[in-house]
């Protein structure tokens, strides 16, 4: 269905618009995305079109996340196809600000995200998800949505903003919404648009792995076997360089003692330039598949 949608680039204009939305009493559903957008987005529009009468996105690559030499330049963009893409989901307002409206002074006010960031891809990438609060903190502020819509496939991300939102009482709900996959099993990701042919066309063995990964886990293997069996399995059958593989407790992000109801198998593989995360999210009562 085909709705109009109004873009707006001013935190200003924004506000004015939700202001009266939100007078007249309608719930707004929020989905913040970097742009480039693909199914996965869509669902989480989908998502938010279903529970929320209003639905706005924003579509913001925020610098902030990005360290030295991380791919901030490369990271793909194209407005016009977004507004098309968003106004085709269903989004009402579409709010795609500057760095300069975002940023336009620094104070040096910092957030700190807590041990959850130390893993993975905190570990990885340090700084990451301080920037990620720093701009998802602004953007609730901005919005001041009651629902906001996070994919599964960034689930430390996911993780971490679920325990900011319930340190620091914010007041909107955080919705999980599981992973989108293409028909090869490799997840949606806006990054995929960099890979190259042949790339692209060994990307899927993430899944695999974590599949073979997730039956090991429900037959008792050990952490550290499973970890290494996906490993193997990745560098023997495709050219991806490891970045990390990790079974930890999931959303705590703490080692694996069997003691929580669920554990989260996640990695992250470099092919050529681009580096992609999958994870899947294995529960001690019966597991989740990878697709979940
Ligand atoms: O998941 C993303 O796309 C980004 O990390 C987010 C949440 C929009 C913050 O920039």
């Known amino acids: 269905m085909t709705i109009e949608m109004t873009v707006v680039h001013s935190i200003e204009a924004l506000q004015g618009m939700l202001d009266r939305n939100k007078r007249e009493g309608r719930k707004v559903g929020f989905v913040p995305t970097m742009g480039f957008l693909h199914e996965g987005h869509m669902t989480l529009v989908k998502q938010a079109r279903e529970h929320n009468d209003i639905v706005v996105m924003s579509i913001f690559v925020n610098p902030a996340q990005f360290g030295p030499g991380e791919d901030f330049e490369a990271y793909p963009r194209d407005a016009k196809r977004d507004a098309s893409l968003a106004k085709e989901a269903g989004v009402d307002i579409l709010f795609m600000p500057t760095p300069e409206e975002m940023y336009p002074l620094d104070g040096g006010v910092r957030i700190l995200p807590g041990p959850q960031s ?4 905190g570990a990885s990438r340090p700084g990451h998800f301080d920037g990620v609060l720093k701009v998802v903190l602004k953007l609730f502020n901005i919005v001041d949505p009651d629902r906001s819509y996070f994919g599964m496939k960034d689930a430390q991300q996911l993780a971490i903003i679920e325990t900011f939102v319930r340190d620091y009482n914010l007041r909107t709900s955080i919705e999980r919404v599981p992973i989108v996959r293409d028909q090869d099993g490799l997840a949606k990701s806006s990054r995929n648009v960099n890979l ?18 997730a039956l090991l886990f429900n037959k008792g293997v050990s952490v550290d076997e499973i970890e290494q069996e996906i490993a193997a399995f990745i560098t023997e059958n495709s050219s991806g360089i490891m970045d990390y593989v990790s079974l930890l407790s999931y959303p705590a992000l703490t080692e694996w003692d069997g003691s929580s109801d669920e554990a989260i198998l996640a990695c992250a593989v470099k092919f050529g330039k681009t580096r992609l995360i999958d994870n899947t999210i294995m529960s001690t009562k019966g597991w989740l598949t990878c697709s979940e």
């Open 196 to 213: 190259t042919e042949m790339e692209r066309a060994e990307a899927p063995v993430i899944q695999q792995a974590l599949k073979k990964g």
């Open 118 to 121: 130390k893993v993975l891809c």
